[in-house]
């Protein structure tokens, strides 16, 4: 009898209609119908006998402001809302590793649906800070620039900056591959769509996409939908978590997911703020991020976010609210990449917080040495190429110039090529000898 109870408390006995009184762009100005923030509707009109999810983005007196999901085209002045009286949610389980998805869950490899009885809400209630273990335990990327000189830890949150064309994506991908985790949460954000398969093929691999799950929102794609593929891969990344698995979730990019949400705020009526951004992209940013870390389960979200930096200028808006986000950051150099130096991690503009918790004191001073002996070097770099500078004339400068050649040589590496952090720092100790105790 209970289930009899359940199934008519659970009924919608009355539906609630709204319609469609503007079209504005990508957004739908609508009388009615009486929903809540974030609830899905479904448009219907008389000249289309298409499916159309929107969402609710907004509210004015006597109005409620909706984004698609798809495409506008058959909507018009009359067409009927539908409130549906669900939030939006995701299915999420083992059937997803080693797929490519849309935000939605829908298959884009040509396989079947994955098959899932479970469904996460895509806007987790935020985690207790008292409840989350510290960070303690180093993670192996297979990268020497960071195992060496950029630790990260499990659970850590860590920014990958550079403009574009600098390398973001085949670092990604040789994280993806070579990354000591059980699983890899990849969200590619506002891609080409060209891009998407050369990443799966050519940066990731076969072995890679084994213990991957990518979900996919091209740049043609709704801001809604590029928007909820960021908290798709959010939320698939927090259900391997609770059950205890190292996840390392990666965002591409971080700078997309903001330009999609200013899109969808200046729809809901927000007033533009720095560079056009709305309020609530600067608190979205650290809701989403914040999501990742350690939870008392066993498992962690260790989190890359790339930022696209617009004209190269690390300083601008979504760069300086990623930055003061996050538990570190990677600077990636146009003018190392010039140079033909790939990864092009600049290590004396790059930091990670969390440095000094995860490797020994003598780990640190040899990375102290390092930056310090990197940093001589650069600040006299003009000097000596042009030949002003006389050996002999200052020791400090003297030893920086014997050993950058070999830091150099360990700092650079091939995409195909992977070392163990043991074997990487060895190699970095060999290089510089007797020059630091």
Known sequence: ????????????????????????????????????????????????????????????????????????????????????????????GDTLLGRVIDAFGEPLDEGVKPKSSSHRTLHAAPLNPLTRPRIKTLIETGVRAIDCMLPLGRGQRMGIFAGSGVGKSTLLGML????????????????????????????????????????????DQPALVRTRAAYAATTIAEHFRDQGKQVLLMMDSVTRFAMARREIGLAAGEPPTARGYTPSVFSEIPALCERCGTTDSGGSITALYTVLVEGDDFNEPISDIVRATLDGHIILSRELAHEGHFPAIDVLQSSSRLATDLVTEEEQELMSGVVELLSVYEKNRQMVDMGAYKIGSNPGIDRAIQVYPALRHILRQSILESTSRHDAMVRMRSALGSLIS
């Open 176 to 219: 993806a591959r070579d990354v000591k985790a059980d699983i890899n949460v990849i969200a590619m954000i506002g891609e080409r769509g060209r891009e998407v398969r050369e990443f799966i093929e050519k940066h990731l691999g076969p072995e890679g996409l084994k213990r991957s799950v990518v979900v996919v929102a091209t740049s």
């Open 1 to 92: 009898m209970q289930q009899y109870l359940d199934a008519v408390r659970n009924t919608e006995l009355v539906r609630r209609v709204g319609r469609v009184t503007g079209i504005a762009g990508h957004s739908i100005e609508a009388i009615g119908p009486d929903v809540t923030m974030g609830e899905v509707c479904e448009v219907v009109s008389g000249n289309s006998h298409t499916k159309l999810f929107a969402e609710v983005v907004g509210m004015k007196p006597g109005r409620v402001i909706l984004m698609p999901y798809g495409e506008l085209r058959g909507v018009g002045s009359g067409s009927t809302i539908l409130a549906t009286g669900q939030l939006p949610t995701m299915a999420v």
